[in-house]
C-alpha cells in the first residue's frame, strides 16, 4: 500500500505526458475535458470547425472522441487521397492560371471523400459482394424515389475500386475530369497548348480576348460535376444510411497544416471543404468535425462572392482557448496521474514546486505566465522542470530558472516553424529583437523593425506579399504617415503572432492578442499604444535584458 507520506523522487520515470497529442501517452488517462471538447462532441451542436493555435489541443480533442466511440468514429487523413496528385495535373494547374473557378469541382471531391467513407464504414465495405449487398439494399430502399435512384447510379460507376482506399477513387475522379476537358477541347483550336497526352505543353501567347474565351468554354464543363447526384446522394444518407441515431458517425479530418500541396491550392481546397461540411449538415446522424490552425483559417480567401459563406462558416467554429485555471487543473491531472503511475501515491503540481516567495512570487504564474496560455506550452515548461530536478524530491527555484532556458529555447523554434510556411524568413523579423530591453518604447520597436526590414532585403523573403506589406511604409519615407502608419504593419503581425505584446502606457500592464484582439489592428487603434514586450516564452532565447529601460 502506498505511503501518502512518503514523498517520491523525481525522474525519468515521472511521466506527465506529451507534447503532442499523437505521442502523448496520458491522454486517454489525463484529459482534461473542457467545454470545447463537450461541444465537439455534442450531437445537437452544429458547431464542427475546430480552431486553435499550434498546441492548444485540437487534435487531443479529436483523438479523446475517437477513442471513446471506436464504432462511430471515421478519420480521414489529408495525406491518404492524394492532394499531391492533384496539385501536380497540369490541367488543373492552367485552368487556374486562367482564373477559372475550381471550387464546384473541389466541393464535388470532399463530398464524394466523406460519403463513401461514411457508407463504407456503415456497411463494411471490403469487398465486391459487401459493395453489391449494400447497393441491392439501398435500391430496394428508395425503390418510389426515381431520383435517388438516379443517385444510386453514381455509386455503380466504381467498380471495383468502391472499396479501394480513398486516394484511388480520388484519382479516378480527377483522372476521368482530366481527360474530359482534354477530349472535349482536342482540336478545336482554342488550345493549341495540349499535347496529344492531355498534359499542358509550353505556354502559348494568347490575347486577352481568346484567354476569356477558353475561361468560360472550361468553366462550362468545371461546372459539370456530379453535384446534383452527390446531394441527392447526401439525402439518401440521411433518410436511409444513418436512419438511427445508433448509426451515429462522426468524421474527423485534421492535420490539414501539413505542406502537401501548394499555397494556392491549398487554399482553395480548404474554403472547399468547408462549404461540402455545411452541406452534410442536413444529416441528422452526422457529424463531420475539421480541425484547422488558427493562421491557416484566417487565411483562407473567400472573395467576394463567398462572403455569406464565409458568415456561416464562422458561425460553426469551436474556438479552442485556455485560462490560467484551467492550464493549472491540467497540470494537477496530469502530475496526479504520474504520481500514481509512479508509486501510487497521488499528487498535485503545486506540491511538486517550491514555495511562494517576495523575490520570485508564486512558482504555478511564474511558469503560466512564461506560456501563451496553451497546453503544448504547459506540459512542456513543467516537464522541463521535471528534468532538472531529477532526484530531487521537489522542484527548487534554480530547477525552475534553468529549465526556464531550454523551454524558451525551444518555445523560440517552435514559433518559427508554426509561421514561417504562411511568411517565408519571418525567423529573421523575430531575431531583430534579439538583445532587445524587456520593456520597450515606440522608438525602441521601430529600431528593430528597421533592422529587420535591411536583413530581410536582402534575403529570399524580399518578395513575400507580407513582407512588402510591412516594409513599405518604412522604405516610403513618408512623413505625413506618422510613427502609427509607418509601423502598424509590423506591429500588428508580431502582436497578432504572439511575439510581442503591447500596452497603452509603458509601464502599464502588457496586454496580449488573445486579450484584445484589436488593439494594433489599424492606425487609429494604434494611436493608444505607448509601451512594447517581447512576450514571455521568448526572452530567455533573444537573451532579452530584463529591467532595462
Not at 505526458?17 to 486517454?28: F, K, Y
Not at 484511388?168 to 493549341?192: C, N, S, Y
Not at 511562494?356 to 503560466?368: K, S, V
Not at 520597450?440 to 512588402?468: K, P
Request: hydrophobic share 40%.
Amino acid at each position: 500500500m502506498a505511503n501518502p507520506n512518503r514523498r517520491q523522487r523525481l525522474n525519468s520515470s515521472f511521466n506527465i505526458g506529451g507534447e503532442s497529442a499523437e505521442s502523448d501517452p496520458l491522454l486517454d488517462r489525463a484529459f482534461f475535458r473542457t467545454n470545447q471538447f463537450e461541444v465537439a462532441r455534442s450531437r445537437e451542436s452544429f458547431d464542427c470547425f475546430v480552431i486553435g493555435r499550434t498546441g492548444s489541443g485540437k487534435s487531443a480533442i479529436l483523438r479523446t472522441l475517437e477513442e471513446e466511440h471506436p464504432k462511430h468514429v471515421v478519420r480521414i487523413d489529408p495525406e491518404a487521397i492524394s492532394l499531391p496528385y492533384i496539385a501536380a495535373i497540369d490541367i488543373f494547374r492552367y485552368l487556374d492560371s486562367l482564373d477559372v473557378n475550381l471550387d464546384l469541382l473541389w466541393i464535388a471531391l470532399w463530398k464524394h471523400v466523406i460519403l463513401i467513407e461514411v457508407i463504407k464504414h456503415r456497411y463494411n465495405v471490403d469487398s465486391p459482394d459487401a459493395r453489391k449487398n449494400f447497393v441491392e439494399t439501398l435500391r430496394s430502399a428508395v425503390s418510389r424515389d426515381s431520383a435517388k435512384k438516379l443517385a444510386l447510379d453514381y455509386l455503380e460507376e466504381f467498380d471495383g475500386k468502391f472499396w479501394a482506399e480513398s486516394d484511388e477513387r480520388v484519382r479516378q475522379i480527377t483522372d476521368a475530369m482530366e481527360k474530359k476537358i482534354a477530349g472535349e477541347l482536342k482540336g478545336t483550336g482554342v488550345f493549341p497548348g495540349f499535347t496529344t497526352s492531355g498534359s499542358v505543353a509550353r505556354e502559348t501567347k494568347l490575347t486577352h480576348e481568346e484567354k476569356q474565351d477558353l475561361a468560360a468554354r472550361y468553366q462550362s464543363i468545371v461546372n459539370d460535376t456530379q453535384l446534383a447526384r452527390l446531394n441527392k446522394l447526401i439525402e439518401i444518407l440521411n433518410d436511409n444510411i444513418l436512419d438511427s441515431d445508433q448509426n451515429f458517425v462522426y468524421v474527423i479530418i485534421d492535420d490539414l497544416d501539413r505542406d502537401w500541396v501548394d499555397d494556392r491550392l491549398s487554399n482553395a481546397l480548404m474554403r472547399c471543404l468547408l462549404r461540402a461540411v455545411m452541406d452534410f449538415q442536413r444529416v441528422r446522424n452526422l457529424k463531420v468535425l475539421v480541425a484547422l490552425r488558427t493562421n491557416i483559417y484566417e487565411n483562407i480567401d473567400f472573395g467576394r462572392k463567398g462572403a455569406g459563406q464565409e458568415e456561416k462558416i464562422r458561425a460553426l467554429e469551436i474556438r479552442v482557448t485556455w485560462d490560467r485555471k484551467g492550464l493549472a487543473s491540467l497540470l494537477d491531472e496530469r502530475v496526479r496521474v504520474a504520481s500514481a503511475a509512479n508509486d501510487g501515491n497521488t499528487q498535485k503540481a503545486l506540491e511538486l514546486l517550491p514555495h511562494p516567495n517576495a523575490t520570485r512570487g508564486n512558482p504555478m504564474e511564474y511558469i503560466l505566465d512564461r506560456t501563451l496560455l496553451r497546453p503544448r506550452d504547459a506540459i512542456s515548461f513543467f516537464k522541463e522542470c521535471i528534468r532538472q530536478a531529477d532526484g530531487k524530491a521537489q522542484i527548487s527555484w534554480e530547477n525552475i530558472l534553468q529549465a526556464e532556458k531550454v523551454y524558451s529555447f525551444n518555445r523560440f523554434l517552435a514559433l518559427r516553424d508554426e509561421w514561417k510556411g504562411t511568411y517565408p524568413g519571418v525567423g529573421l523579423l523575430f531575431e531583430a529583437f534579439r538583445g532587445s530591453a524587456a520593456r520597450m518604447s515606440r522608438e525602441n520597436v521601430a529600431e528593430c523593425i528597421d533592422n529587420a526590414i535591411l536583413t530581410l532585403s536582402d534575403s529570399d523573403a524580399a518578395g513575400a506579399d507580407w513582407f512588402r506589406a510591412i516594409s513599405e511604409p518604412v522604405l516610403s519615407g513618408r512623413a505625413d504617415l506618422g510613427w502609427e502608419g509607418t509601423y502598424q504593419p509590423a506591429v500588428a503581425l508580431l502582436y497578432r503572432l504572439g511575439f510581442l505584446a503591447a500596452s497603452l502606457q509603458p509601464s502599464d500592464k502588457p496586454i496580449f492578442f488573445l486579450e484584445d484582439p484589436h488593439l494594433v489592428s489599424s492606425v487609429e487603434h494604434i494611436m493608444r499604444v505607448r509601451g512594447f514586450v517581447v512576450t514571455r516564452p521568448y526572452q530567455s532565447a533573444l537573451a532579452v535584458r530584463i529591467g532595462a529601460n
